[in-house]
């Protein structure tokens, strides 16, 4: 019943017939799941994905991502440890570019198969997403609705929860980085905590 409904609205928002409740949920939204405990084993991985693998095995929580409205589920066990590289890539481009810039970034994961390109200039960034798998099989209800537009620093708000968690389960699980490239993300990790200023629009409190 998902599919048919979805794509009837999205076809009615193309034809300027729809608009999203209010407008309030046009843009990008994240909501970080409840990161379980995390055994502190102390172990060595030689990438962040390969450490996240091992330290949300056991977690069957899930980030839900609204794109322009539409929910898009985000495993923690499947999806998120495939993910962290080309999300902190991404937050770091949207952060650090001074000049007007475009860039493409890929998510495949076993439920997710995305391509996003930015645009960033100084007060905004906009994302054309193409969706080819997603859970649900609703990839054409969200290439309908494809194209995020919101205020820079809002779209990096609402990952810094996301961030935070991905920080502290390395330090609960006192995992060590063996190398370079994993230690150089972890740092930029630090580095995109500290610089956002707040959580997303669901954490405003």
Request: charged share 20%; with cysteine.
């Amino acid at each position: 019943m998902l599919r048919p409904t979805l794509q009837a609205i999205c076809m009615n928002h193309r034809q300027g017939d729809y608009t999203l409740i209010g407008a309030d949920l046009d843009g990008l939204w994240l909501q970080p799941g409840f990161v379980e405990g995390i055994v502190a084993d102390g172990k060595r991985f030689a990438s962040l994905e390969a450490a996240y693998r091992h330290l949300f095995r056991h977690n069957r929580e899930y980030a839900i991502l609204l794109w322009n409205g539409l929910p898009l589920r985000l495993s923690y066990q499947e999806d998120l440890p495939g993910m962290v590289n080309h999300i902190i890539a991404l937050l770091y481009f949207v952060q650090d570019c001074s000049t007007p810039a475009r860039r493409s970034f890929r998510f495949q994961t076993v439920n997710i198969k995305s391509l996003w390109q930015l645009e960033v200039d100084s007060t905004t960034v906009s994302i054309e997403g193409f969706w080819k798998q997603v859970p649900g099989r609703y990839e054409t209800a969200l290439n309908q609705l494809g194209t995020i537009r919101m205020a820079r620093l809002a779209f990096l708000c609402e990952w810094k929860l996301l961030v935070e968690q991905l920080i502290q389960a390395l330090v609960h699980g006192e995992v060590i980085l063996t190398r370079p490239e994993a230690q150089k993300r972890l740092q930029i990790l630090h580095a995109l905590k500290e610089k956002i200023p707040s959580r997303g629009r669901f954490y405003h409190y």
